[in-house]
């Protein structure tokens, strides 16, 4: 009997899975025998690899039928054995198997769309036959792409990393074979960007080393036991360092340094079932401090390959930022081997496998049946294999791939970044829809653009492309650059007034020389709070003759107040003397708002209401949060609040709306229709006034109005 045959059958003794072994030692027989002097390019007698497939098949711990075909997956193709032998010999079953099999050896894979489509009609025809089909191929990809190495052509080897990381690697992931999909990738690669692997590759070395991570995962892993042991749970915990693929396409995504990943290494708690799951969380969640938005519950909400567990990052065992995902053995099981464990679990348990499964392959063949054109075909069925993804169109028709999630924005970046600065509205599918909206696969989307249009901060908040937000961050940061520096002018002339300083130009000239710095740079220094208004007014003051005067100015003292600086004075108390503030446009805070500030390197304070939701991005950062609150005395300017309105769709509602904030004070700056049906609108106004007692006013008296149907401050 053969070694490889051997532990094939040892495999699934370990299983307690029982397998026709003469029907399996008959198989391999005739792959010897058919096969013959064949070698492959490393040397080995080919029949070495059918046997090394059928092990992979084995780890799965799929049914004999699957074993046999295995072994015998390339005798139609490459020696005299026939389908009728194979059925003669092993039955109906495992000849449907080797055929479909076959017939996906025989699709090649090329960058024409019109070849490519045929293809991939072939493929989908023999995977919804039988699933166990594509599990077979991709046994016999992922042993090819072990033993690539072998292949001497550097193109040749290229092209089939391509194919694999293209096709197979993605089919890999669409029926959940996390394992099968992530070595596919990482190799893949290794071949096509190898600089760039061996890059990430010497950057975790480097890491290990700086932090010590090889002695860390075991020190994290045995506490993360004790905790869990200590409150009664019984569970398996393992740690795992993510691959270089993987970590690559995340630094790519968000946009990131490899050092700004909190998922270099992950951890694995698994328990006995879902209850135990939940339980564990709160073990976790209450022993260590949990990061913000990073929970994620895919157990009552599973992914779409059927993928089920409970994800969140921790700062756990010896400080460190960690992942943690818990499930249950089966949920593990169906992670690592996606549909052949389904497969599995409803022969043991004689059950209708659940259909979600192959509604995916369903849906690609009526796209199959409804479709003539190949290049629609190709793309529609693009579109639902790779279900992390989302495929839009341009009005070209050019196609723009997007991660989940993807904003109008994102796709108006991808397009071109000056689009994406200018952009001032989307279609999509012909109607207009608001920047934020969620694209999905098949979209068709039109940019609607104006040579005015700037930057929106707020974009920052929804993009999920890491170009998208690059963009918005540099163009921010040059707006910020210039709103710096018109502040800084403003502070220092009102300073040198306010002092009777009347040489404006040479007391600015002197402060330039004394910080060597250019004026708009001087500005932009006092607009952004590095220097104080009270240096400058120091400098034009000074006696050139003493150096004490010079040194002097390490010891500011803050003069009084003058009644002209006082006119415009920012009525907020508990602010960083010098700082450039802003008043955010999440919760528009008014005077009479509880208030705090949020101090952001380089551009400033924020001034949030203090039940502000975008607080919640900084419950891990206290430092960066200022206690704050209004000076009664210096409130006079005025502010904008946002008022979300109700209004039914009839004569003059509109006219009552705007007449009504006009006759308590109020000022329309701006509105915004949501949404309207034949009854109502649903509007939003950006209003001036004087604070929280003022807003409170007005829309007391929208409330009593017949034509206003809801009227509230938006702080959204």
Not at 67 to 77: G, N, S, V
């Amino acid at each position: 009997m053969h070694l490889d045959h051997q532990k094939i059958l040892e495999k699934y003794k370990s299983y307690n899975i029982t397998v026709d072994e003469a029907k399996i030692k008959k198989a391999v027989e005739f792959a010897i025998k058919y096969h013959g002097i064949q070698q492959r390019a490393s040397g080995v007698p080919y029949y070495s690899h059918p046997l090394e497939v059928a092990e992979i098949i084995a780890e799965m711990r799929l049914d004999t039928d699957s074993i046999i075909t295995a072994i015998l997956h390339d005798t139609i193709e490459d020696t005299d054995l026939t389908l009728e032998e194979i059925e003669e010999n092993f039955g109906k079953d495992v000849a449907k198997l080797v055929d479909g099999v076959t017939k996906l050896t025989k699709i090649k894979f090329h960058e024409d769309n019109v070849r490519q489509a045929e293809n991939f009609r072939k493929l989908l025809i023999a995977l919804s036959d039988d699933i166990r089909v594509l599990l077979i191929k991709l046994a016999d990809r992922l042993h090819n792409m072990r033993t690539i190495d072998f292949i001497s052509n550097p193109e040749k080897k290229k092209k089939i990393a391509l194919e694999t990381l293209e096709l197979y690697a993605p089919l890999a992931e669409r029926i959940g074979m996390q394992q099968i999909k992530t070595e596919l990738q990482d190799i893949c690669f290794g071949i096509l960007n190898p600089d760039i692997r061996e890059s990430i590759v010497q950057r975790f070395k480097s890491i290990e080393l700086e932090s010590g991570q090889n002695k860390l995962i075991p020190q994290i892993i045995n506490e993360l036991q004790k905790t869990l042991e200590v409150q009664g749970l019984k569970a398996e915990v393992s740690g795992r360092k993510k691959t270089p693929y993987s970590t690559w396409m995340k630094m790519k995504q968000k946009n990131i340094s490899i050092e700004q990943l909190s998922d270099i290494i992950a951890f694995r708690i698994v328990v006995d079932n879902v209850e135990n799951c939940y339980r564990a969380l709160g073990i976790i969640h209450t022993s260590y401090k949990m990061i913000p938005d990073n929970f994620q519950d895919f157990i009552s909400t599973p992914k779409n390959n059927g993928y089920q567990s409970l994800h969140t990052v921790i700062i756990g065992p010896l400080l460190q930022k960690v992942e943690i995902q818990i499930r249950t053995h089966k949920m593990h099981d169906i992670a690592e081997l996606g549909v052949a464990a389904h497969w599995r679990y409803k022969q043991c348990h004689d059950n209708s496998l659940d259909t979600t499964q192959y509604v995916w392959i369903r849906e690609l063949l009526s796209i199959l049946e409804q479709n003539n054109d190949p290049e629609t075909f190709l793309q529609n069925t693009k579109l639902a294999m790779y279900y992390d993804q989302v495929f839009c169109f341009t009005p070209k028709g050019k196609l723009i791939a997007l991660p989940k999630g993807a904003t109008t924005v994102d796709f108006a970046y991808m397009v071109h970044s000056d689009i994406g600065n200018k952009c001032v509205g989307a279609k999509v599918n012909g109607k207009i829809v608001p920047l934020k909206t969620h694209l999905v696969n098949g979209d068709q989307v039109e940019i609607i653009t104006s040579k005015h249009q700037t930057v929106s901060l707020s974009w920052e908040k929804f993009v999920v492309t890491g170009k998208a937000r690059g963009e918005i961050q540099k163009v921010i940061h040059q707006q910020l650059r210039g709103q710096h520096i018109k502040l800084g002018k403003t502070i220092i002339y009102k300073a040198l007034k306010a002092n009777k300083i009347e040489d404006e130009t040479k007391a600015i000239e002197a402060a330039c020389k004394f910080f060597s710095k250019t004026s708009d740079e001087l500005f932009f220094a006092v607009g952004e709070g590095t220097i104080t208004r009270e240096e400058v007014v120091k400098l034009a003051t000074v006696k050139k003759s003493r150096l004490s005067s010079t040194l002097s100015l390490l010891k500011f003292t803050k003069k009084a107040s003058s009644t002209t600086e006082d006119e415009n004075v920012i009525p907020i108390k508990g602010l960083i003397p010098g700082m450039a503030m802003h008043y955010a446009k999440c919760c528009h805070p008014l005077p009479g708002d509880k208030i705090v500030g949020i101090v952001h390197t380089g551009s400033g304070i924020t001034i949030h209401t203090s039940d502000c939701e975008m607080l919640n991005n900084f419950a891990s950062m206290p430092e960066r949060i200022l206690d704050l609150t209004w000076d009664n005395n210096k409130s006079n300017i005025p502010f904008i609040s946002r008022i979300k309105v109700l209004l039914l769709n009839e004569p003059e509602s509109l006219a009552i709306l705007a007449g009504e904030i006009a006759k308590n004070g109020g000022n329309i700056t701006n509105f915004k229709i949501l949404s309207r049906n034949s009854n109502y609108f649903e509007l939003i106004f950006d209003v001036e006034v004087k604070s929280l007692a003022h807003i409170e006013v007005i829309i007391n008296a929208l409330r009593i109005k017949e034509a206003i149907q809801y009227a509230d401050r938006d702080r959204n």
